[in-house]
């Protein structure tokens, strides 16, 4: 029973209940004038193109054992696996000699090792700070607040809905006064308060522990759940009225962020669980707990809705000089070869190194814009509103019972004897990293033969370099104002650089009146183009201008080669459909010619593609944004564009087309996709659905009304990501372009 209230209330906590849409936020003012997102004419003394994963890992190390002044990294994923904790030990050696290394992770992403980062501030003695992006809003901590909450102090359990508007009351009074940097917290919709078992419930919910979640309601409520479980449906009219004006619950629950995380990572129970029947009748008694009646639930639904609005970045400055920047996170994954120690894919990813002539400020604001943004969180604050202490005890007794038969007792019993204090904490976490660090120093070996597959391109000293972002906050308005999403056809005022310039250069090749022969080449490892990129795309096959000079070349991965199979499986149906307008409207005279290849799996290599590389006749773009929905409409991204040196793009070129050329290796789909029919594809679907739960061990755990269910809204997104692409495509008004994009951001935004 208690498994089956924690499936209904992580379907109820996704809370991903409307569309997405902009609402203001409040940070500090900023002060340099350069356009935010952007910086130009970067004079560049040297640098290099990585395509080896030892090789970056290595010039990242250099560039950190060179720092004299100041390290400043941005990263998606900061690891504690075994060359993660090499590069964390470089970070500590140089922030004991003096360097000010300032690191921003991302807070979902990274919140499970809190204690990883505290032990990486305390080794570094006050000159080594953590920071994480994306902190819970005010209003999420506010129900959070709700949701652990009792009724006894504020009314009779008996009257629900006093109970309900009581607790909001006291709530807001709660939260009304509190400051944080002496300004009213509600303003900047950020809070550190922990009241109730918020910080318990926020600390399960983003440790993805299911069970500290339930204790947190369990304890701040001192309720029963078998009371709970035989009290069934007992919800007001007025509650059943509110939950109506949440309708979405039950179609967001299977197919917002939370069904991206069953079908995208089906591997721990957080996720699985959201498949729980969300009309269960059980369901109604939780309306008691939930925040049904507050008064700005739009924003807190459009909060909860963008919580997965991850920093995207992958940046390493120093000394305002140096820097890398690319595709790839910190972790094995990226920065080793294939070998017995990385248990996951082996990525084929590109990094950029170079040397600017001068150190740049104007590169060092940038990075100061994304560190005091109003959702980063310092560890200390983070300690505050979500600590970290039962999910990290709850870890360490797994680590303790791992080889016992009967883990849940041993589990139960070591959590009553042992309470790891932080300090306690700390220390193991830096045992671990002097355990994994001593392992990859005895047991790890790069190979030199795989090495040779990935080359390494010199940037000239004429080349010039731009700096692009895409940045949660609008470049035309105050920078005071946090944006959700973008407006429509936008991009450069909604501060989606890295898209503006893409659509720029692509209208830019048709136009242009030198009409010889160019090739373009999108790289990127997700391919699933937001509906601004699909009509650029029309435009280069209609026949509206001549474009018949242009080669669009794109090569992504395969469902046998990508670490996210959804992505891949929704993506076939939006370019099939992409590929069915291209053969019905391709004119030789006036046509762009665009080939799609897929990289093979071959043997047993678990090869993925990783990078995110663009190439025009003119520039090498370089960066962490993916040509997919969820790059353009969700995340902060960071590119560099090089221009002006011609032997590098000859080079790369060249580096792309043997690649090509290799049959075994890149497969052109382009026929394929064409004459497939859906009834194919989605039985192909079906089969990659099944594979994809039984490598992750979840079919066992589906009830078979679950899995029935989860292939059919499977089945429903890859239908409306055929039917949206197509009817875009097809339209030719704008007003009708604009309902099909919000459609489909709203549908797709997270995956």
């Not at 002060?31 to 003394?45: C, F, N």
């Not at 671990?432 to 120093?441: G, I, R, S």
């Not at 993925?608 to 773009?621: N, R």
Request: hydrophobic share 40%.
């Amino acid at each position: 029973m208690k498994k089956m209230i924690q499936t209904i209330l992580l379907s109820v906590l996704s809370l991903s209940l409307l569309t997405a849409c902009q609402f203001p936020n409040i940070k500090p003012q900023s002060m340099l004038s350069e356009r935010v997102g952007k910086v130009s004419s970067l004079a560049i003394d040297s640098g290099q193109v990585i395509t080896d994963n030892q090789q970056s890992f290595e010039a990242k190390l250099a560039l950190i054992d060179q720092a004299k002044e100041s390290i400043d990294l941005v990263y998606f994923i900061m690891s504690d696996d075994y060359s993660s904790s090499v590069f964390a030990n470089h970070l500590i050696a140089a922030s004991q000699r003096g360097v000010k290394v300032r690191l921003l992770v991302d807070y979902a992403t990274n919140y499970s090792r809190l204690d990883w980062f505290s032990m990486l501030e305390w080794e570094g003695g006050g000159n080594l700070i953590v920071r994480f992006y994306g902190r819970p809003t005010n209003n999420m901590i506010k129900d959070a607040v709700y949701m652990t909450l009792g009724c006894n102090d504020v009314a009779p359990r008996e009257d629900k809905s006093a109970c309900s508007q009581e607790k909001l009351a006291k709530i807001e009074t709660l939260f009304q006064a509190e400051k944080i940097d002496g300004v009213l917290a509600e303003s900047l919709n950020i809070s550190n308060l922990n009241l109730a078992e918020s910080g318990l419930f926020l600390s399960g919910f983003y440790g993805k522990n299911v069970d500290a979640m339930t204790l947190a309601i369990e304890q701040g409520q001192n309720i029963s759940i078998k009371h709970l479980v035989s009290s069934g449906s007992t919800a007001s009219s007025k509650q059943i009225k509110g939950l109506k004006h949440f309708g979405k619950i039950y179609w967001k629950s299977r197919t917002g962020p939370a069904y991206q995380r069953v079908f995208n990572r089906v591997k721990t129970a957080f996720a699985f669980q959201h498949y729980g029947d969300a009309l269960n009748p059980v369901y109604a008694s939780f309306s008691q707990f939930l925040p049904v009646e507050r008064n700005n639930i739009d924003e807190a639904a459009r909060d909860w809705d963008f919580f997965t609005d991850y920093t995207h970045h992958k940046l390493l400055l120093v000394d305002r000089q140096k820097m890398i920047l690319g595709g790839r996170n910190v972790e094995d994954s990226y920065h080793m070869h294939p070998n017995s120690l990385s248990k996951k894919y082996t990525f084929m990813d590109t990094d950029l190194l170079v040397h600017f002539d001068e150190p740049n400020p104007a590169m060092e604001h940038r990075f100061d814009e994304l560190w005091s943004f109003v959702t980063t969180a310092s560890l200390a604050d983070i300690r505050q509103h979500a600590p970290n202490d039962f999910i990290a005890n709850w870890h360490w007794a797994n680590v303790a019972c791992k080889d016992r038969i009967q883990i849940e007792g041993c589990r139960t019993d070591w959590l009553n004897r042992v309470n790891l204090p932080i300090e306690k904490r700390i220390a193991l976490e830096k045992s671990k990293l002097e355990e994994h660090q001593q392992t990859y120093q005895t047991e790890y070996q790069a190979s030199l033969e795989f090495s040779k597959k990935f080359p390494s391109f010199s940037v000239s000293n004429q080349a010039v370099g731009t700096y692009l972002e895409n940045l949660p906050f609008r470049a035309t308005d105050s920078r005071q104002q946090r944006q959700f999403g973008t407006e429509y056809n936008q991009e450069a005022k909604s501060n989606k650089n890295i898209h503006d310039y893409w659509l720029t250069k692509l209208k830019a090749q048709c136009s242009s009146e030198d009409k010889s022969p160019r090739e373009v080449y999108f790289y990127n490892a997700y391919f699933f183009p937001p509906p601004n990129m699909i009509l650029a795309f029309k435009e280069m096959v209609n026949g509206a201008q001549n474009c018949s000079h242009v080669t669009l070349n794109i090569i992504t991965n395969s469902v046998a080669t990508t670490d996210l199979v959804p992505v891949n499986i929704l993506a076939s149906h939006s370019t099939k459909a992409f590929a069915d307008f291209y053969v019905a409207n391709f004119d030789e005279q006036r046509s762009a010619t665009i080939k799609y290849f897929e990289y093979q799996k071959i043997g047993d290599d678990a090869l993925s593609l990783h990078s995110k590389v663009t190439l025009f006749e003119d520039a090498l773009v370089i960066g962490s944004a993916n040509l997919d929905v969820r790059s353009y409409f969700m995340d902060t991204n960071n590119v560099l564009v090089i221009e002006q040196d011609d032997a590098l793009i000859q080079q790369y070129q060249q580096y792309l087309e043997t690649r090509i050329k290799r049959i075994d290796l890149l497969k052109l789909k382009n026929i394929e996709l064409s004459s497939a029919t859906m009834e194919t594809m989605i039985a192909n679907d079906r089969l990659l659905l099944q594979a994809s739960l039984e490598k992750y061990s979840v079919q066992n755990k589906l009830s078979e009304t679950q899995h029935q269910d989860l292939v059919q809204k499977m089945e429903e997104l890859t239908t409306a990501a055929y039917q949206l692409t197509k009817k875009l495509l097809e339209s030719h008004y704008e007003s009708e372009q604009k309902q099909l994009s919000e459609r489909f951001y709203q549908l797709f935004k997270t995956i």
